[in-house]
């Protein structure tokens, strides 16, 4: 059989393989980069986490701090100042990013042994096992990741950060941009409290010290666009912790939604470069364009109203210029309000959804006064951690969700103080598709080995 054939038959069966996120990079920093401490070629990392993408170990970025033990990085030093980088690839193999930082001689690095005696029985364990401290009550340390390309950047990109710091009691936070979020670790938990090699995921969205999320272990810093970020510590108490990153570029169409005109409407685009959507009407499918092209997703979204306790801001309600794209005076100013638990809510509905792909649904929430708690029960298709969500003030609500079969997805927001002048707001919502859910990978290999072999059995018998 010619070698071009062969290649060709070879090229197939990679191809259909290749991971949906082409261009996802991945990093884990260890000492030494042994079993322990990496994620090695034959696994794979972020297992059973609802926000990250389990990539291949071959290409997972590890990045060595130091040569063994605990303390400065020199290694790590080295290869990141003075002009110097390292260069992180993506899960393709090709070069995608540059690592710079400012840590200076006296920096500091350490293992945490989430996982005891199995550290070196999973990739998710080797993330976990060593990190870098940076930043905190040194604040000149910062990281920072450069160059990344218009194939990350076009449509955004989320940014995850993993921490441990492993058998001691501090409270931190991570820093990029106005992005911030809080873990308070204690020395009686830690990520692997069975020492199986598998990590119990708990991520943060506390924005202050004062509401760390106890034993947090991952934060999604999302609505990311630049070419390059800065990553920084936060906390007065040592330094931050880092384990491990991934850059998860958004594939798909992105649709942002303003809710009510007493602000006025967004100009579009606006000074951000988005264009937004705005819904001001019960009981009426509203077309959803896409923030960057301005074209039309086929997405529609209709909102119904129950009770007489629930509608459209009549004014302005909110001066809080919310995260990334919610930064918009007609979008964070006004929106949809419930005062009076049961008997006002409304009813949000997504439809023209692909049953077969992921999304993720941003939701914005502020009043200046008399604010309560919004609660969010999934109706149409199934979220992460659902049915049951909370939508709480200035903090921004993230769900990860796939449609029903008819490509449905709905929620319903309800207030939860009781009657009184209490209200729930939802100023502002941001709709991205993520990416396809996979092919079962039994059954996609199996056709592909098929094909392969009547390729290859025409070929013989010419």
């Not at 979008?331 to 077969?356: C, M």
């Not at 609500?397 to 029903?404: A, G, I, K, M």
């Not at 598709?433 to 592909?448: G, R």
Request: aromatic share 8%; net charge negative; charged share 10%.
């Amino acid at each position: 059989m010619k070698s071009s054939t062969i290649a060709f038959a070879t090229l197939i069966v990679v191809g259909l393989a290749m991971p949906a996120a082409a261009a996802t990079i991945s990093v884990n920093f260890g000492i030494a980069l042994n079993d322990a401490n990496a994620v090695d070629s034959d696994e794979t990392a972020v297992v059973g986490n609802p926000d990250a993408l389990e990539i291949a170990g071959s290409f997972w970025n590890n990045v060595l701090l130091r040569n063994s033990g605990s303390g400065s990085p020199d290694v790590f030093i080295s290869n990141t100042t003075g002009g110097n980088f390292i260069t992180l690839n993506n899960s393709l193999g090709a070069p995608a990013a540059e690592l710079t930082s400012t840590i200076p001689s006296g920096g500091f690095a350490n293992f945490g042994n989430v996982s005891g005696s199995n550290a070196t029985l999973t990739g998710t364990a080797g993330l976990f096992q060593s990190f870098l401290n940076f930043g905190a009550t040194v604040p000149t340390e910062t990281l920072t990741i450069s160059g990344l390309g218009s194939n990350v950047t076009e449509r955004g990109y989320k940014v995850i950060a993993f921490f441990d710091i492993g058998g001691q009691t501090r409270t931190y936070g991570l820093k990029i941009g106005d992005q911030q979020y809080w873990t308070n670790d204690t020395s009686a938990v830690d990520s692997d409290p069975d020492n199986d090699g598998v990590i119990n995921w708990i991520k943060t969205t506390a924005t202050t010290s004062g509401t760390a999320v106890a034993n947090a272990n991952y934060a999604v810093f999302d609505h990311l666009s630049g070419s390059s970020f800065t990553l920084e510590g936060v906390g007065s108490s040592g330094r931050s912790v880092l384990s491990g990153l991934q850059i998860i570029p958004y594939e798909g169409d992105r649709a942002l939604i303003d809710i009510g005109t007493s602000a006025g409407t967004p100009v579009s685009p606006d000074a951000n470069g988005n264009r937004w959507n705005t819904l001001s009407a019960t009981n009426t499918p509203l077309a959803l364009f896409d923030a960057d092209t301005g074209t039309d997703t086929g997405w529609r979204l209709q909102v119904a109203l129950s009770g007489a306790n629930a509608g459209f801001t009549g004014s302005v309600v909110s001066s809080t210029p919310g995260p990334g794209p919610f930064n918009v005076f007609q979008a964070y100013g006004d929106g949809w309000y419930d005062n009076t638990t049961g008997s006002g809510n409304g009813t949000f509905t997504f439809s023209g959804l692909d049953p077969n792909a992921n999304y993720e649904l941003s939701l914005w929430g502020n009043r200046d006064t008399n604010w309560a708690n919004g609660a969010i029960t999934i109706i149409n298709g199934a979220a992460t951690g659902g049915p049951s969500f909370l939508l709480q003030q200035n903090e921004l609500l993230l769900l990860n969700f796939q449609p029903d079969a008819a490509g449905l997805f709905a929620f319903l927001l309800d207030d939860t103080s009781g009657p009184g002048v209490e209200n729930v707001v939802l100023n502002a919502m941001l709709l991205q598709q993520v990416q396809q859910v996979p092919e079962p990978p039994t059954l996609l290999l199996a056709f592909v080995g098929l094909a392969a072999i009547g390729l290859l059995m025409r070929v013989m018998r010419r």
